[in-house]
């Protein structure tokens, strides 16, 4: 049965997608029938000869030409490909013959168009919902982080102020113990002249007394071989 007001209303509708307006109007085209149609009972849809598909009708339609893409778009939208079985094993088609097939997609009824969606956007609202709960608790780790990477950095200046006061301090020390190292020098300077003055007056006052006692020495010589 087709919806009242068929035809091209539901193509013009904004609720379908251009992919499946693209879709429907080459299956419609009869032009294209060789490479894509209906098939007999008008709810799958065929597609012959893929290489010259993809060559000479995709890029009229779409802005590719890669039948890997168009087969990968067909299944975002629930499109399922059709496998026939015939007592117990695989038809073997006698050309390149590839068959989908919607529940939605039917000849004639292009109203049920609106009803295919794309499978991934219930799964994109749910990654939604779930990165808006992931988002508040990464601002939260992140409010939590900054939090402690204030008492971090306040840390660091007290230790920088500190370290710097300690620098002060060391240059101080440094400063002082030159000024010690000087004093100390020539304390030791005058220590040592001191001593060796010391050892110079010690010598020439040993001199006279040595001529002293070699004088009185003479005079008693003389004094002896004059009473003998």
Known sequence: MEHPGGGGAGLGGGN????????????????????????PSGTSFHVFDQGRFSKEVLPKFFKHNNMASFIRQLNMYGFRKVVHIEQGGLLKPERDDTEFQHPFFIKGQEYLLENIKRKVSAVRQEEVKLSADEVNKILNDVQLMKGKQETIDSRI??????????????????????????????????????????????????????????SSRKKNVQHLDKTT
């Open 157 to 214: 200046i007290a230790m920088k102020h500190e370290n710097e006061a300690l620098w002060r301090e060391v240059a101080s020390l440094r400063q002082k113990h030159a000024q010690q190292q000087k004093v100390v020098n020539k304390l030791i300077q005058f220590l040592v002249s001191l001593v060796q003055t010391n050892r110079i007056l010690g010598v020439k006052r040993k001199i006279p007394l040595m001529l002293n006692d070699s």
């Open 16 to 39: 379908v997608p251009a992919f499946l307006t693209k879709l429907w109007t080459l299956v419609e085209d009869p032009d294209t029938d060789t490479l894509i149609c209906w098939s």
